[in-house]
T-cell receptor, first 115, second 115 residues
Framework: NAGVTQTPKFRVLKTGQSMTLLCAQD?????MYWYRQDPGMGLRLIHY???????AKGEVPDGYNVSRLKKQNFLLGLESAAPSQTSVYFC??????????????FGPGTRLTVL | GDSVTQMEGPVTLSEEAFLTINCTYT??????LFWYVQYPGEGLQLLLK?????DKGSNKGFEATYRKETTSFHLEKGSVQVSDSAVYFC??????????????FGGGTRVLVKP
C-alpha cells in the first residue's frame, strides 16, 4: 500500500515549456486535490476532483489544467510555465464527502522551478 | 471567507522544553480543525484533529483543544524531542456540497529542537 505517490519529485522548466505532474493513489479514494505550497502562505488549492471524470477549480486555478480519467490518477498540467509557478506541488486524496471530518492524505510533493 | 492564522516561526527550543503553537481561525458554521506536520523533505501528515467545540485531539504527545469561544486551536507538547523538528500547519475544514471537504491552511510554523 503506497498511499499517495507523485511523479516527478523535482523538475526544472524554462518559461513557456509545458509539463504534466502525475498523482496516483491506491486507497480507492473518491476525492483528489492539487495544492501548491509557497513560503509563508501555507497550501492553496489549485483544482480538485470529486470523482472519475469530474474536476473543479480551487482557489488558484489560473495557468493550470487537470484531468481525472481514472479514479486512481489525477494529473496537473502546465501548458505554458511561468516563473510565478515555481513552487512545491502536493497532491492529496480523501475517501468521501462524509463531512468536514474526512482526513486528506498527502503525497511527498513535486518541487518545480521555472526559469 | 475562511482563514487560519498561526504564529510565525521559526520557533527554536531545547530538547524537553514545552512547545506551544498558537492558531486562530475565522469561519462560518462549524468547521473541523486539524494540525498537520511536515518533516523535512516529506509531504504533510495528519497529526491530530477535532471535529466539534471542546473536543481535544491528541497524538504522539501533542494536544490541541477546539475552543469555539476564542476561535482557537493551539497546539501543545509538554516535552519536545529533536525528532519533533518540522513545520506545523493548522487547518480548518468545511464541507462544500458536492465538492468534498475544503481545507484552509495557515502559513505554517517551523519548529527547530536542539539537543
Amino acid at each position: 500500500n503506497a498511499g499517495v505517490t507523485q511523479t516527478p519529485k523535482f523538475r526544472v522548466l524554462k518559461t513557456g515549456q509545458s509539463m504534466t505532474l502525475l498523482c496516483a493513489q491506491d486507497m480507492n479514494h473518491e476525492y483528489m486535490y492539487w495544492y501548491r505550497q509557497d513560503p509563508g502562505m501555507g497550501l492553496r488549492l489549485i483544482h480538485y476532483s470529486v470523482g472519475e471524470g469530474t474536476t473543479a477549480k480551487g482557489e488558484v486555478p489560473d495557468g493550470y489544467n487537470v484531468s481525472r480519467l481514472k479514479k486512481q490518477n489525477f494529473l496537473l498540467g502546465l501548458e505554458s510555465a511561468a516563473p510565478s509557478q515555481t513552487s512545491v506541488y502536493f497532491c492529496a486524496s480523501s475517501y468521501r464527502a462524509g463531512g468536514s471530518t474526512d482526513t486528506q492524505y498527502f503525497g511527498p510533493g513535486t518541487r518545480l522551478t521555472v526559469l | 471567507g475562511d482563514s487560519v492564522t498561526q504564529m510565525e516561526g521559526p520557533v527554536t527550543l531545547s530538547e524537553e522544553a514545552f512547545l506551544t503553537i498558537n492558531c486562530t481561525y475565522t469561519a462560518t458554521g462549524y468547521p473541523s480543525l486539524f494540525w498537520y506536520v511536515q518533516y523535512p523533505g516529506e509531504g504533510l501528515q495528519l497529526l491530530l484533529k477535532a471535529t466539534k467545540a471542546d473536543d481535544k485531539g491528541s497524538n504522539k504527545g501533542f494536544e490541541a483543544t477546539y475552543r469555539k469561544e476564542t476561535t482557537s486551536f493551539h497546539l501543545e507538547k509538554g516535552s519536545v524531542q529533536v525528532s519533533d523538528s518540522a513545520v506545523y500547519f493548522c487547518a480548518l475544514s468545511r464541507m462544500i456540497k458536492a465538492a468534498g471537504n475544503k481545507l484552509t491552511f495557515g502559513g505554517g510554523t517551523r519548529v527547530l529542537v536542539k539537543p
